[in-house]
């Protein structure tokens, strides 16, 4: 049997090279193509795959598999088109689910948004709410299976190793977000810092689009705190480094969180977008004062909720769902 992987969009490619990655483990015989940003998410988890140019078309002429696994992109149509043909063929096709947002809008064709959705064979679930939501949306229940999000399994198999003696947070990294008052974030973590004694160095992660906000460079030059640009490759590396992971709500905090490291979600003035936060994953910080107790008061520690615990070996669980439809065809 050979299973086929697509994905374009970063979220969706990390979960589906996770599950690669896992498929590989048990011996299976998978080909992975990765088209545009999952080109780059699947050199960071070190999976083998086949780049794909812009024009995706020509793959499918003379490609042959006996199962199709794909990641969700809602601006490019790969992974619905590989859903379309594996349907001509009479391939059964997966898609995994890698957040609780925009269910619908994943298998709408760009273009064509009255035309009907292209759904899979089988919709992964993340936990019961992502399923409920999808209900919600339109999406057919009877192809929705609840079994976890890869990517985020692979994170729990990664966890920082714990200090034998617990020690005050002197390493904080904040990872800033475009366009979720980050300016005004960024002021009120550096008057909680300018007070904060035991803090050795401020790492700051700009985003993608923000290209190192020249008003948040300003701010930090006028603190007067230890801090640095992370410009590093690989997030995941620079995480594993620090005591403790601050943001807004960016993915960077549930990264952190799965991987051991205290995390707060910095929502003061901006909606609070962060399913983890409800989750006890990562820590909602409202204001100041909260923050300020955050800091203080929560201790690096290993991240053991109900949710982490659901969440382990979901990478095995799409793999074996992979090779037994695989099986039934």
Excluded at 70 to 86: C, K, M, N, P, Y
Excluded at 127 to 145: H, N, V, W, Y
Aim: with cysteine; proline share 6%.
């Amino acid at each position: 049997m050979k299973i086929l992987a697509f994905a374009h969009d970063p979220g969706g490619a990390n979960a589906v090279a996770a599950t690669v990655a896992r498929l590989q483990e048990i011996g299976a015989v998978v080909e992975a193509y990765a088209k545009g940003p999952a080109i780059r998410q699947f050199q960071r988890l070190g999976v083998a795959y086949q780049p794909v140019g812009e024009e995706h078309q020509p793959l499918f002429v003379e490609l042959d598999g006996d199962v199709l696994l794909t990641g969700t992109s809602q601006v490019d149509e790969f992974e619905r088109d590989a859903i379309l043909w594996a349907r001509k063929k009479g391939i059964p096709s997966i898609a995994v689910i890698d957040y609780w947002a925009n269910y619908l809008q994943r298998f709408q064709p760009v273009n064509h948004p009255d035309a009907k959705p292209i759904f899979p064979d089988t919709i992964t679930a993340i936990d019961e709410t992502c399923a409920a939501g999808m209900i919600a949306e339109g999406l057919p229940s009877d192809r929705i299976r609840v079994v976890g999000q890869p990517y985020f399994a692979w994170l729990v198999a990664r966890q920082k190793p714990q200090k034998t003696k617990l020690a005050t947070p002197q390493y904080v990294l904040f990872a800033s977000q475009y366009d979720a008052n980050e300016v005004e974030i960024l002021r009120i973590l550096i008057e909680v810092l300018a007070e904060y004694k035991p803090l050795k160095k401020l790492l700051i992660r700009f985003h993608p689009r923000q290209n190192k906000c020249p008003a948040s460079l300003s701010l930090l030059a006028e603190s007067g705190l230890p801090f640095a640009i992370d410009e590093s490759t690989d997030v995941l590396e620079t995480i594993q480094q620090q005591d403790i992971v601050l943001g807004i709500t960016s993915i960077i905090l549930i990264e952190a969180a799965l991987m051991g490291i205290a995390s707060g979600s910095l929502i003061i003035g901006v909606e609070d977008t962060l399913m983890t936060n409800k989750l006890g994953v990562t820590y909602p910080l409202t204001s100041p004062e909260k923050l300020q107790q955050f800091l203080y008061d929560q201790q690096p520690q290993l991240v053991v909720t109900d949710f982490c615990v659901q969440q382990r070996d979901a990478d095995l669980r799409i793999a074996q769902l992979v090779m037994q439809n695989g099986n039934l065809y």
